[in-house]
């Protein structure tokens, strides 16, 4: 594990690839790289390895190396352990059934910061040292920040509300949010905005939010104009995205977002938009695009059943919503029992809130 944390520039076989290849020499800031207006980095990192039989051999390295205390700490679905790069934690659980134990990596943005700074990891090495010990990514953020007061939160919903003006492969977007203490919401320069694209529940979702006043809100800093562009990664996209930020770096983070999203060339206002991306875009993230190849998996009858109960769950919840006289109904003629049914409205409930 100590080979694998060090500031090597040699990135070694992930998964099955060929032998590693040396690192692209780049200048790297405190979150990753930087050049000129415009740093990129990960700001999140979520890791689980599930149905582990006895004790991990490299966990008392991992907790050597990125520093814990042992502090107790919780979290939900009954996870248990400890703080990990002060700001994260590492927790398991125990599964009764074979007495294996799932374990469970959170690295939010300040611990990160913290391996970063204090530690003098970079986190490409962090999360490719995982990979290789059999971690699988769970979710992973990564983000790029702009200094260019022009690229704020309003110019990209004035941008987003044209039709046309945006290809990506989110459902909604134009999404909205509220105010800090610095300006409103809806101000011209976008100070104190946040704009969502996409689904929450989505493997890839992105905000676009002035990070100088999250860091005023949190910190009472105040800190030059700077605008976070965020892309939110969860599930298989996690794991394939992981592999790449591992062999690649941090300065495949713009080819990665540009997989995703697209920003286009706008003739006016409310025209029709050309082919080409934006130039402000283009800068951003450049031209090239890394989208993960997801691979369709098989159909078996565990599945179907878990398709199928998910599709009932849904449709029980909105019928004991809106219309609870007809559960007996909804219930005949699926031939289930109404408790059943009311049970399955529980664990709807309780999986959207999970």
Excluded at 175 to 204: E, F, H, L
């Amino acid at each position: 594990m100590s080979e694998r944390l060090n500031n090597t520039t040699y990135y070694p076989p992930v998964n099955g690839d060929s032998a590693g290849k040396p690192a692209v020499s780049t200048p790297l800031s405190n979150r990753g790289v930087s050049v000129a207006k415009i740093s990129q980095g990960i700001d999140w990192l979520s890791l689980s390895l599930p149905r582990v039989s006895g004790e991990l051999t490299h966990l008392k390295k991992v907790l050597e190396i990125l520093h814990s205390e042992h502090t107790p700490v919780s979290g939900g679905h009954g996870y248990e352990g400890g703080d990990l790069a002060q700001f994260g934690r590492f927790t398991w659980r125990k599964n009764h059934r074979d007495d294996s134990r799932d374990y469970l990596v959170v690295l939010p943005g300040q611990a990160l910061e913290f391996i970063r700074e204090t530690l003098k990891l970079k986190i490409p090495d962090v999360l490719r040292s995982f990979i290789v010990l059999g971690w699988h990514p769970t979710r992973i953020d990564v983000s790029i920040d702009t200094t260019n007061p022009k690229l704020n939160p309003q110019f990209l919903y004035d941008w987003l509300c044209v039709p046309g003006a945006v290809a990506t492969h989110a459902r909604g977007k134009n999404d909205v949010s509220g105010a800090t203490k610095i300006g409103k919401a809806r101000d011209k320069n976008g100070r104190g905005m946040t704009v969502y694209i996409g689904s929450r529940q989505s493997p890839r979702f992105m905000r676009v939010y002035d990070k100088s006043a999250e860091v005023f809100e949190k910190t009472g800093k105040i800190i030059p104009h700077t605008t976070r562009f965020e892309l939110e990664i969860k599930g298989e996209s996690a794991v394939i995205i992981g592999k790449v930020l591992a062999r690649e770096g941090e300065a495949a983070i713009g080819a990665i977002m540009n997989g995703w999203i697209t920003f286009k060339t706008r003739k006016g206002r409310k025209q029709a938009y050309k082919r080409g991306p934006a130039r402000w875009w283009a800068a951003l993230e450049g031209r090239d695009k890394i989208r993960p190849q997801l691979k369709r998996g098989l159909a078996t009858p565990e599945k179907t059943m878990k398709w199928q109960e998910n599709q009932w769950c849904q449709a029980v919840a909105l019928t004991l919503r809106h219309c609870p006289e007809r559960i007996n109904e909804l219930a005949a003629r699926a031939r289930i029992d109404p408790v059943i049914a009311a049970r399955w409205d529980a664990h709807f409930e309780s999986k959207k809130a999970a």
